[in-house]
T-cell receptor, first 116, second 113 residues
Framework: DVKVTQSSRYLVKRTGEKVFLECVQD?????MFWYRQDPGLGLRLIYF???????EKGDIPEGYSVSREKKERFSLILESASTNQTSMYLC???????????????FGPGTRLTVL | AQTVTQSQPEMSVQEAETVTLSCTYD???????LFWYKQPPSRQMILVIR??????QNATENRFSVNFQKAAKSFSLKISDSQLGDAAMYFC??????????FGGGTRLMVKP
């Protein structure tokens, strides 16, 4: 079974703090994703990565950055946390279609971040 | 931009009954994948069922089946013999040319005992 883990289930930070959210997958997946989930808005893509040291902006990248130094690990960074970044953050990974995969994404348990 | 629409923010069903969740999408592609994901309260999002657009046969997984209407761009999920454990948020999704998924806004399913 594919396993995607996230460093924290719950996190409380202060406005202006630098926040690191980490995601690790154990299935050698090329592609990894960070989403935020808010009521009524579904999942919105923040950033994704299709290889080590490669990253692409998603739909809502403002206020976020990412790092992928190793294939299994994809980090989301909030450079200066703000209250409007209070949300559920989900990480996912996949083998892309065209490389023998089906684009099925496997999700981590999520991190509920509260910024005070 | 491609869109995936779930028109039912909330649905409820009596235990042991059948419920259908709706999903429509917009695309100009001929070959793609469609997905239904389940997110139970405070638990991990998991794949329920996947449909390949080039396959005419509707996918089934135990009590879960889809009604895939390619021309109408419709992809509904039918849950038969509903159980209390089926209560969750359900998200419809479609892959796109960038190997990403576009998600609908979700449908909250409540199961009444």
């Amino acid at each position: 079974d594919v396993k995607v883990t996230q460093s924290s289930r719950y996190l409380v930070k202060r406005t202006g703090e630098k926040v690191f959210l980490e995601c690790v997958q154990d299935m050698d997946h090329e592609n990894m994703f960070w989403y935020r989930q808010d009521p009524g808005l579904g999942l919105r893509l923040i950033y994704f990565s299709y290889d080590v040291k490669m990253k692409e902006k998603g739909d809502i990248p403002e206020g976020y950055s990412v790092s992928r130094e190793k294939k299994e690990r994809f980090s989301l960074i909030l450079e200066s946390a703000s209250t409007n970044q209070t949300s559920m953050y989900l990480c996912a990974s996949t083998i892309p279609s065209g490389r023998g995969g089906t684009d099925t994404q496997y999700f981590g348990p999520g991190t509920r971040l509260t910024v005070l | 931009a491609q869109t995936v629409t779930q028109s039912q923010p909330e649905m409820s069903v009596q235990e042991a009954e059948t419920v259908t969740l709706s999903c429509t999408y917009d695309t100009s592609e001929s070959d793609y994948y469609l997905f239904w994901y389940k997110q139970p309260p405070s638990r991990q999002m998991i794949l329920v069922i996947r449909q390949e657009a080039y396959k005419q046969q509707n996918a089934t997984e135990n009590r879960f089946s889809v009604n895939f209407q390619k021309a109408a761009k419709s992809f509904s999920l039918k849950i038969s013999d509903s159980q209390l454990g089926d209560a969750a948020m359900y998200f419809c999704a479609k892959n796109n040319a960038g190997n990403m998924l576009t998600f609908g806004g979700g449908t909250r399913l409540m199961v009444k005992p």
